[in-house]
């Protein structure tokens, strides 16, 4: 059975830094290294939006919102995505969900909270 789990978030500060990762079990190394991840966002009330997305080649897409202050990264090597967000700021404060593109699976999320 394929699972993303979600680790990291917590309560930050404006302007803290902060990464968030993603682990996937139960997918072969292959399967992992052959699909795009991405990293979504849902902030209460807002639809589910992009945030990063990581090609099986490294190639990386950002959000407007998230170039420049964000870096996606994968380490295929662990099944595992990472997030790193920068210069946070109280509009990022959203549940952040990992993606399988592949097999369009989803984790459960990890709350990030961003204060002012």
């Known amino acids: 059975q394929v699972r993303l789990v979600e680790s990291g978030g917590g309560l930050m500060q404006a302007g803290e830094s902060l990464t968030i990762f993603c682990v996937a079990t139960g997918v072969s190394g292959a399967n992992f290294r052959n699909s795009e991840m991405g990293w979504y966002r849902q902030a209460p009330g807002n639809q589910r939006e992009l945030v990063a997305t990581i090609g099986t080649d490294g190639n990386t897409n950002y959000a407007a919102s998230a170039k420049g202050r964000f870096t996606i990264s994968r380490n295929n090597a662990r099944n595992t995505v990472y997030l790193e967000m920068n210069s946070l700021k109280p509009e990022d404060t959203a549940v952040y969900y990992c993606?399988?593109?592949?097999?369009?699976?989803w984790g459960q999320g990890t709350q990030v909270t961003v204060s002012s």
């Open positions: 993606h399988l593109a592949t097999f369009n699976y």
